[in-house]
Nanobody
Framework: QVRLVESGGGLVQAGGFLRLSCTAS????????MGWYRQAPGKQRELVAK???????SYADSVKGRFTISRDNAKNTVDLHLNSAKPEDTAVYYC???????????WGQGTQVTVSS
């Protein structure tokens, strides 16, 4: 079982910056991919960014060039830097990991990000 604890959400003005952090703990052999998803009111949860254990990053088109994902394998943490925030970035952001060798996925409890115009 993996426990994910997120932090760093809050209110930011359009054009501003936020950093989200997620720390994984618990009983697992290793973590493969770590990522961030978000869900806005009335919308489906969507992938924002993910990063493999080897450091390969991928982003949703809507955040490319503005958001940066990073991880620390030794500390089992993943960060999401939200630069040039837009009101449409407002959502609950969820940390997600999948573990090896089981391939099981785990979710954090979510952290609210609100971008004011």
């Amino acid at each position: 079982q993996v426990r994910l604890v997120e932090s760093g959400g809050g209110l930011v003005q359009a054009g501003g910056f936020l950093r989200l952090s997620c720390t994984a703990s618990g009983n697992f052999f290793g973590i493969a991919t770590m990522g961030w998803y978000r869900q806005a009111p009335g919308k489906q949860r969507e992938l924002v960014a993910k990063i493999t254990r080897g450091g390969v990053e991928s982003y949703a088109d809507s955040v490319k060039g503005r958001f940066t994902i990073s991880r620390d394998n030794a500390k089992n943490t993943v960060d999401l830097h939200l630069n040039s925030a837009k009101p449409e970035d407002t959502a609950v952001y969820y940390c997600n990991v999948d573990t090896f060798p089981t391939g099981l996925q785990f979710w954090g409890q979510g952290t609210q990000v609100t971008v004011s115009s």
